[in-house]
């Protein structure tokens, strides 16, 4: 019997702390880290940092549908923004960072924006939810030192995640389950 998989791609901010909240998870089968919906070919970091490739920062994860539903992955992936930011992402600033659901399929868009529209309805914020929900593009992984950071580097990632604001925000913003 074959296994079965798909893919979503989700860009949150700085893709260092959107791979752990996927990673490990029965179902999930990789999370990389890498670059997506840009006008440059095999954009390093350093380009996509300077903010004018077009590209956002992006988690791919490979999953296994059967254990994982694309709809337990947006349940996942909203609590870890700000879906209300359309100028990055905490202490991320630029059109690099911003946020962004990139379909692979008609189902993966129709679940994206029912999701959406749950947020919007009873979500925690004041504001428009501006998470864009845009058709999947090439995906450019980025530099090995980026994958799997949070292992690699687990004090600075950290470190990373208080400084930014993302756990504080995440903490006041999402703590109460049910807003999806």
Known sequence: MTRRVEVATFAGGCFWC??????ELPGIIEVQSGYTGGHVKNPSYKEVKQGDTGHFEAVKITYDPSLFSYESLLELYWPQIDPTDAEGQFIDRGPQYRTAIFYHSYEQKTAA?????RVEENGPFNKPVVTEILPAEVFYPAEEMHQKFYKKNPDRYKQERVNSGRDAFINKHWKSPGFI
């Open 113 to 117: 924006e029912k999701s959406k529209q």
């Open 18 to 23: 959107m791979v752990k909240p996927f990673d």
